[in-house]
């Protein structure tokens, strides 16, 4: 037996979810675990207090050690951001171009499996390593090559693997106007050395 909600249930939980990313992930969001398949995203208290940062502060910088979901509660934190709020432009940054794509592919499937009343912006163009939603909202995967991003104007700039990223004080000197006019910032990487 299913339990169908009504069109105010429905109503109340897209605005709850729209105002709080970690209920939106804890509730709604699923993941693929190597081992158990697609399971519910449940965030740990490190997760939750990352997401309570991405909110507070323009720019964060991650030293993450590998396995720790980091990479995964970002891109939950972009489902919510493109989901949620209109015309925002997102480019992922990695040192190589798969890398960004695989994020990318990491914010396409945990839109694929949510459920389809709280789906309020579809995919209306599909690439592989970027999409657009019906809200104007957009991601894009990039390589770090020296004029990536530079004629962008970004709501949110992700990049992955930043200590590993040649010239990084070059590409952020060429990045930052690109954020400049309230644009967020999210670097993360394993250590570099």
Same mark, same amino acid.
């Given at each position: 037996?299913?339990?169908?909600?009504?069109?105010?249930?429905?109503?109340?939980?897209?605005?709850?979810?729209?105002?709080?990313?970690?209920?939106?992930?804890?509730?709604?969001?699923?993941?693929?675990?190597?081992?158990?398949?697609?399971?519910?995203?449940?965030?740990?208290?490190?997760?939750?207090?990352?997401?309570?940062?991405?909110?507070?502060?323009?720019?964060?910088?991650?030293?993450?050690?590998?396995?720790?979901?980091?990479?995964?509660?970002?891109?939950?934190?972009?489902?919510?951001?493109?989901?949620?709020?209109?015309?925002?432009?997102?480019?992922?940054?990695?040192?190589?171009?798969?890398?960004?794509?695989?994020?990318?592919?990491?914010?396409?499937?945990?839109?694929?499996?949510?459920?389809?009343? *709280?789906?309020? %912006?579809?995919?209306?163009? =599909?690439?592989?390593? +970027?999409?657009? #939603? &019906?809200?104007?909202?957009? *991601?894009?995967? %990039?390589?770090?090559?020296? =004029?990536?991003?530079? +004629?962008?104007? #970004? &709501?949110?700039?992700?990049?992955?693997?930043?200590?590993?990223?040649?010239?990084?004080?070059?590409?952020?000197?060429? #990045?930052?106007?690109?954020?400049?006019?309230?644009?967020?910032?999210?670097?993360?990487?394993?250590?570099?050395?």
């Amino acid at each position: 037996m299913s339990y169908k909600l009504t069109k105010k249930e429905i109503t109340k939980e897209v605005v709850r979810c729209g105002k709080d990313p970690i209920y939106f992930i804890n509730n709604y969001c699923k993941i693929s675990h190597p081992m158990k398949g697609l399971i519910p995203f449940k965030l740990y208290d490190y997760q939750e207090e990352l997401i309570k940062d991405f909110n507070d502060y323009r720019f964060n910088v991650i030293l993450k050690a590998r396995q720790l979901g980091i990479s995964t509660i970002t891109a939950g934190y972009v489902v919510w951001l493109m989901m949620f709020h209109r015309d925002k432009n997102v480019l992922v940054m990695a040192t190589k171009f798969s890398t960004a794509g695989n994020l990318v592919k990491k914010v396409k499937a945990i839109m694929k499996h949510l459920p389809n009343w *709280i789906q309020i %912006s579809k995919v209306i163009v =599909d690439n592989r390593t +970027s999409f657009e #939603l &019906s809200n104007g909202s957009q *991601i894009k995967a %990039s390589s770090t090559s020296g =004029d990536a991003g530079r +004629s962008e104007a #970004l &709501s949110l700039l992700v990049i992955d693997e930043a200590a590993h990223v040649d010239g990084l004080d070059e590409l952020w000197t060429g #990045l930052y106007p690109t954020i400049s006019t309230g644009g967020r910032c999210i670097a993360l990487s394993t250590p570099n050395g």
